[in-house]
């Protein structure tokens, strides 16, 4: 079926450590990738978003980039900071028809330490 | 300016009670979605109104779940006759036409004992 796979947390790293959060995705065709940030206390917030192949998508020093051979979206940063600390969620736009809807992952739990 | 606002934040139902929370979308958004989100899982989709019209209710999980936006402004999810099973958070987006960006709301966490 349709949807999205995203690696486990919670992932633990130091501050200025490298993150890598996998994620991969299952479709027919080519929808639109997300990722979705959740700070401890707040609502879900759009952190970036590729909508065809090998687009990159980039905010705050995050990337991931589209790629269609391997149907991943990994999320990267070079640099993490104590304030990274908070839930991933990777998410796919659903292919065709009226509906916009978001297909989630499970979310993944970064905490950053000092 | 104001982003989309859910209330209650919390509510607690005793089993069998009818609930009603309420999203009020960003001004001018045509597209409005509800999401159950279950602790330690990711959201899923409820359903979609454009304007006025539930265009999709395709997840809502029973006939006990009810969703309207009569005016094509507020949306209310009505669950009648709760059960342990709804105790989630239900969050609430709304967008513009035409793109997927979606705005989320704070959520209602609901508890039901």
């Known amino acids: 079926g349709n949807s999205v796979t995203q690696m486990e947390g919670p992932v633990t790293l130091s501050e200025e450590a490298f993150l890598t959060i996998n994620c991969t995705y299952t479709?027919?065709?080519?929808?639109?990738l997300f990722w979705y940030v959740q700070y401890p206390g707040e609502g879900l917030q759009l952190l970036l978003k590729?909508?065809?192949?090998?687009d990159k998508g980039s905010n705050k020093g995050f990337e991931a980039t589209y790629r269609k051979e391997t149907t991943s979206f990994h999320l990267e940063k070079g640099s993490v900071q104590v304030s990274d600390s908070a839930v991933y969620f990777c998410?796919?736009?659903?292919?065709?028809?009226?509906?916009?809807?978001?297909?989630f992952g499970t979310g993944t739990l970064l905490a950053v330490q000092p | 300016g104001a982003g989309v606002s859910q209330s209650p934040r919390y509510k607690v139902a005793k089993r069998g009670q009818d609930v009603a929370l309420r999203c009020d979308p960003i001004s001018g958004h045509v597209s409005l979605f509800w999401y159950q989100q279950a602790l330690g899982q990711g959201p899923e989709f409820l359903t979609y109104?454009?304007?006025?019209?539930?265009?999709?209710k395709s997840g809502l999980p029973s006939d006990r779940f009810f969703a309207e936006r009569p005016e094509g402004s507020v949306s209310t999810l009505k669950i009648q006759r709760t059960q342990q099973e709804d105790s989630a958070v239900y969050l609430c987006a709304s967008g513009l036409q035409g793109l997927y960006e979606q705005y989320f709301g704070p959520g209602t966490r609901l508890t039901v004992t």
């Open positions: 109104f454009q304007n006025e019209a539930q265009l999709d």
């Open positions: 479709a027919t065709g080519y929808p639109s």
């Open positions: 998410a796919r736009g659903r292919e065709g028809g009226a509906t916009n809807k978001l297909i």
């Open positions: 590729a909508t065809k192949a090998d």
